[in-house]
C-alpha cells in the first residue's frame, strides 16, 4: 500500500511547503527588477492564472489517479502512448538541474542567517553590506560549506523521517515568515524609496518589456508552484481521493502569488531608497533585505529570524524535489527509501558543485549568452524545460489521456465543480498551450 498524507491538512501543507520558497522571496524580485517591473508583474499574474493554476490542478489530477512517480504517472495512465513517458523524464531531469542551483541558493541564506546571529549587519553602511554579497559568492570555500550544510539538512530531514513534523512545522513557520514580510514591506513602503519602488513594481511600462521577459514570467508561474518538474505530481500521488483538487489548488496558487507580491513590495522601495539598481541580479534581496535590518529597531533578532524562516521555506521546497527523484528510483527501480535518499542527494550534490564555484573558481568559464554556470543552468530549466514541460502535460490533459477519467478527477466523481471543469478543461486545451507556444516562438525570434 502506498502510504497516504495523514489527511487534508497533510497534504496541503506539503503543498504549499514546496510551492512557497526562493522563488517567491528571492526569484520573483529579481527577475521583476530585471524585466523592468510593472509590465512583467502583470504578465506574470497572468501567467499564473491561465498556465499556472490549470497546470496545477492538471499535476494533481495526473498524481492523484496514477499513485505513481512522474514517471510512472504516464506508463499507468497511457500504458499503449509510451511515448509520453518521455514527458516524465523531461521533469525528472529538470527537478534535478534545479535541485541542483537551489542548493546553492539555500545555501546563501544560511550563511546569511550565520551572518545575522553575529550581528554582521549592524551599523554597515550600504556598501558594505552590498559588498558582503560578493565576498560570498567570490569565496569557493564558503560556497562549499554552505551547500554541503545545506543538502546535510534535506538529506537529515527526509531520512530520519521528521519530514512530517518539518510540515507540521510549516503550519507556524509559514504564516510567520508571511506576517513577517508583510510588516518589512510596511516598513520599506515608509522609507524614501516608497513611492518610486510602488511605481516600479505597479506602473506596467510595456515598452520595458520583451519577448523573452514574457516567457521568463511564464517559465516563472511554472516554477513558483513548482510545476514541470513532478513536484506536484509526486506529492499528489500521496494523496487520496477524499481531498477535492480545485479548491486546494486555487488556495496554493493564491497564497504563493500574494507571498511573491509582498517580498516585492518589501524589496522595491529599499532598492530605490539606498540608489540600487533595480536589475542588480540574483543578489538583489542579499543586497537590499540585511540594509533594513541595519536600521529597523530589534533588526538584529528580526534578521535572524528572517533568514531561519527563509531556509525553512527553501528546505520544504528542495526537499520536495529530492521526492521527485527518490520516488523515481523506489517506484521504479525498486531500492529502499534510504538507499534512495542517499544515492539522490549524493548526485544532486555533485552537480550543485559547479554552480556553487560559479563566481569563483568557474568565473569565466560562460554557458549560455555569457552567463555563469548557475546562471545558465536557471536560464535553461526556468525558460525552456519548464515551459516545454508544462505545456506538453498541458496537451497530455487537454487531448491524450481519457478524458473521462479527467473529468471525474477535477468533479470529484461527477458531484462538483461541472462548470469549473469545462472553463479549466478549455483553458487547458485552447488557452495555456497557445500562449506558451507563441511567447516561446517569439522569444527564439521565429515569429517576427
Ligand atoms: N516552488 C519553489 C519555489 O518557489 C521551487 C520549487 C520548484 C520547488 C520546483 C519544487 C519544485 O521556491
Redesign the pocket.
Known sequence: MRSHWSGRLGFILAAVG???????IWKFPFITGMNGGGAFVLVYLVAILFCGLPLLMAEFAIGRHSQKDVVGSFKELTPDKGIWKLVGWLNLTA?FI?LSY?GVIAGWTVDYLFKSLTGAFAGKTPEEINGMFGALVTDPGRQMIFLTIFSGLCLASVMSGVRDGLERWNKILMPSLFVLLFFMAVYALTTSGAKEGLMFMLYPDFSKLTAQGVLEAIGHSF????LA?G?MITYASYMDNKEDIYPVAVRIAVLDTVVAIVAGLAIFPIVFAVGMQPGAGPGLIFKTLPQVFAQIPFGGVLSVIFFILLCFAALS?AI??LEVLTAYVIDEKKVDRKKATIIMTIAVYLLGIPSALSYSVLGNFKLINGMEWLDSLDYVASNYMLPIGGLLIAIYVGYIWDKRLVRAEITEGGRRYVTIFNIWFATLRYVTPVMVIIVFLKSIGLLG
Not at 18 to 24: C, W
Request: hydrophobic content about 55%; cysteine-free; glycine content about 10%.
Open positions: 514546496s510551492a512557497v520558497g526562493l522563488g517567491n527537478a534545479i537551489y516554477f513558483t508552484l513548482s518538474m513536484a521546497s520536495s524535489l
